[in-house]
């Protein structure tokens, strides 16, 4: 079942990603795989439950997404900037809308920053 997953997992670590996301397994310890990482030999789901180790991953991805999606309205509002051809309500919309960005930007910053370091102190 989890040979399909398995596909993505590097070779000699089991934390594989793809274009920066992580796997839905990333902050799982490694003991819970094979040798080869072919696939996962223990899961525990009711004593020293893993679970939150999943969720800790997928919200890291989130977030990263969310901070890909930030730097595009940085870059949105830095079109709108240009051509607002001087128009004072044009200006501080995009102003604004860059503003607003920055600040989204920084706080995914903070919040994978965080994520990543609780995901690997809990994850081992």
């Known amino acids: ?5 398995s596909i ?4 000699n670590n089991c934390s594989g990603s793809f274009f920066g996301l992580h796997s ?3 902050y799982l310890p490694q003991s819970d795989f094979s040798n080869s ?3 996962i030999v223990s899961f525990n789901v009711l004593q020293g439950s893993e679970i939150p180790l ?4 997928i919200v890291d991805d989130l977030l990263r997404i969310a901070g890909i999606v930030a730097v595009a309205f940085v870059i949105y509002g830095g079109i709108q900037y240009i051509s607002s051809q001087g128009n004072a309500e044009k200006t501080a919309r995009a ?8 600040t989204g930007l920084a706080i995914t910053l903070i919040a994978v920053a965080f994520v990543a370091f609780v995901g690997n102190r809990l994850g081992g």
């Open 8 to 11: 993505f997992a590097a070779s």
């Open 37 to 39: 990482c072919k696939d």
């Open 54 to 57: 999943i969720l800790m991953a």
């Open 1 to 5: 079942m989890l040979d399909a997953i």
């Open 95 to 102: 102003q604004s809308t860059v503003l607003n960005a920055l």
């Open 24 to 26: 839905w397994w990333y």
